[in-house]
């Protein structure tokens, strides 16, 4: 075990002379490898709490930049990072925070290619990922090898939290993500906070626990969340813990699979986590223009939800991505339509899934969505 440096003595010293925690709990810390996968609304706080702690080794994986919209929860990053690579832009606020640790970035999206090599030098892996095939991933991967996974999920008001694969004092493994969740939900089925928000503090309350899970795995300390699911609504502050089934799904998980297929997905080799758009009928931004303004007989329907529509909107017929298979009868099918969302990505999915369903011949995407009219056609449309 790792002898404290006179420095860590004094930094540390709050965590010194915690009862049944002491110098043993941080030298543990300072030996400990942790691997944080999304350093976005959960990452940030857990980020934060493992370096302040001590950590010995903290790794940083995510393939994404900074955006505008991210500051709002992401508590790592300022504006002057907005461009920049998360995962850089993470270590390098840390460092500021504490030097001592040693810090590991992973510019990159876990994958099933990549998984293995890179859990396997840590000892703890938080998932900080906000989509369904990282995260029946990172589970596997935890299991082939052997790695304790704190879970953390966020949406609207709630957040989930959860430790899977810990290994109790008898040797006895606690159940996994799989015996919680043995299917993936159909692909849109469950919103993102993209589309349907979140309140700014929950991720920071959420990631905060995970990384609190994360200490006590690592020394030793309290009762981690195994077998138990930890659910947290900020809007009373009610709090509850649900007893997890044992569905014996370790047996199941032999090697690493295609996890965008196994939750439905079909991902284009340049677009992370993308529908397969490859065939879908477009319109650019300034293609719109010219039809709103040569007065031509076409649809425009805005996908998104009211409260967006709200902030900013080009004059479309509104039909919330949730309300169209009840409302496919409003759609034309005798002149074009042109769906559209904040980036293209929703209105996409669901020009798909229209002709895919319904055999719709005559729909384009606007590509790129709200923000490619903002920046293109009207700097002075408020965006979010």
């Not at 006179?6 to 010194?16: A, D, G, N, V």
């Not at 300072?30 to 691997?35: F, G, I, M, T």
């Not at 810090?103 to 859990?119: C, G, P, Q």
Request: proline share 5%.
């Amino acid at each position: 075990m790792s002898k404290l440096t006179t420095i860590e003595l004094k930094r540390y010293h709050r965590h010194l002379i915690l009862k049944g925690f002491g110098a043993e709990g941080q030298a543990r810390l300072k030996d400990a490898k942790v691997l944080v996968v999304g350093a976005g609304g959960l990452g940030c706080p857990a980020l934060l709490y493992l370096a302040a702690a001590g950590v010995g080794k903290i790794g940083i994986v995510d393939s994404d930049v900074v955006e505008v919209t991210n500051l709002q929860r992401q508590v790592l990053y300022t504006e002057a990072d907005i461009g920049k690579s998360k995962a850089q832009a993470a270590e390098n606020r840390l460092r500021q925070l504490n030097p001592f640790p040693e810090y590991r970035v992973y510019h990159t999206r876990l994958h099933k290619d990549n998984a293995e090599h890179i859990v396997s030098d840590y000892d703890v892996v938080i998932d900080g990922t906000d989509n369904f095939p990282t995260r029946y991933l990172i589970n596997d991967c935890c299991v082939l090898l052997g790695k304790a996974m704190v879970y953390g999920s966020v949406l609207q008001f709630e957040g989930h939290v959860a430790v899977f694969n810990f290994r109790y004092a008898t040797g006895q493994m606690s159940n996994n993500y799989r015996d919680l969740f043995p299917e993936p939900p159909a692909p849109d089925s469950v919103p993102s906070c993209e589309t349907a928000g979140v309140l700014g503090v929950v991720p920071g309350i959420i990631g905060s626990i995970q990384a609190a899970e994360a200490m006590k795995i690592i020394t030793g300390s309290g009762e981690p969340l195994a077998d138990r699911l930890l659910v947290i609504d900020t809007l009373d502050m009610s709090q509850s813990i649900v007893r997890m089934p044992d569905r014996n799904s370790r047996d199941s998980i032999r090697h690493l699979i295609d996890y965008e297929d196994f939750c439905g997905i079909s991902r284009d080799k340049n677009k992370s986590l993308e529908p397969n758009q490859q065939d879908m009928k477009e319109v650019t931004v300034q293609e719109l223009q010219k039809l709103k303004d040569s007065g031509a007989d076409f649809q425009l329907i805005d996908v998104r939800e009211p409260y967006e529509y709200d902030i900013c909107n080009l004059e479309g017929e509104l039909i919330p991505m949730s309300e169209i298979p009840n409302s496919v009868e409003k759609i034309s099918r005798d002149k074009k339509v042109v769906l559209h969302c904040r980036s293209g990505k929703r209105s996409g999915d669901m020009l798909l899934w229209l002709e895919k369903n319904h055999g719709f011949n005559n729909l384009y995407n606007l590509k790129g969505g709200i923000l490619a009219w903002a920046k293109d056609i009207d700097p002075e449309m408020p965006t979010y």
